[in-house]
């Protein structure tokens, strides 16, 4: 049928709302997502949405990340400046500078700041998606 968009479109006379955009796609004729359809793709955004968006959690994502890049030099048997990363605790505790993590607040984290210029590690510093690890669990409370 000529104007469908996709197998799962009904039409159905809309009347003003001919040629409005819905989810990115063009209702030309008005041709509508069942309603059925439209909740299920609108679940599935809020899914994607929400999983991109959530904080990592320092138990699931963000101890394995520190323990394989950060914990050589800042476990809690060597605390190079001061800095114990082996638990979000101890993270939050900060070092001889300070305070490195500022929970909520990437921006003023030491700790990010110093990941995100690529200057920690300094051997071998943090690839994109691994920083972006860090970076969403320090935005999200540093929990």
Same mark, same amino acid.
């Given at each position: 049928? @000529?104007?469908?968009?996709? $197998?799962?479109?009904? /039409? ?11 989810? *990115?796609?063009?209702?030309? *004729? ?12 609108? %679940? ?10 959530? %904080? ?22 060597? !605390?190079?400046? *001061? ?5 979000? +605790? /101890?993270?939050? @505790? ?22 995100? +210029?690529?200057?920690?590690? $300094? !051997?071998? $510093?943090? $690839? ?10 320090? @935005?999200?409370?540093?929990?």
């Amino acid at each position: 049928m @000529a104007g469908r968009i996709f $197998p799962g479109f009904v /039409s159905a006379e809309i009347g003003a709302l001919r040629g409005f955009p819905l989810f *990115g796609l063009n209702v030309q *004729g008005g041709e509508l997502l069942r309603p059925r359809a439209v909740i299920v793709l609108a %679940a599935l955004i809020s899914l994607v949405v929400a999983a991109r968006a959530r %904080a990592d959690d320092f138990d699931d994502s963000v101890a394995s990340l520190l323990a394989r890049r950060c914990l050589a030099c800042h476990s809690s048997a060597e !605390k190079k400046g *001061g800095l114990d990363l082996s638990s979000a +605790k /101890s993270a939050l @505790a900060g070092g001889d500078s300070g305070e490195a993590i500022a929970p909520g607040k990437p921006d003023d984290s030491l700790l990010w700041e110093r990941v995100s +210029k690529r200057e920690m590690p $300094p !051997k071998k $510093p943090l $690839p994109d998606d691994e920083q972006q690890v860090l970076k969403r669990w320090i @935005a999200g409370g540093a929990k």
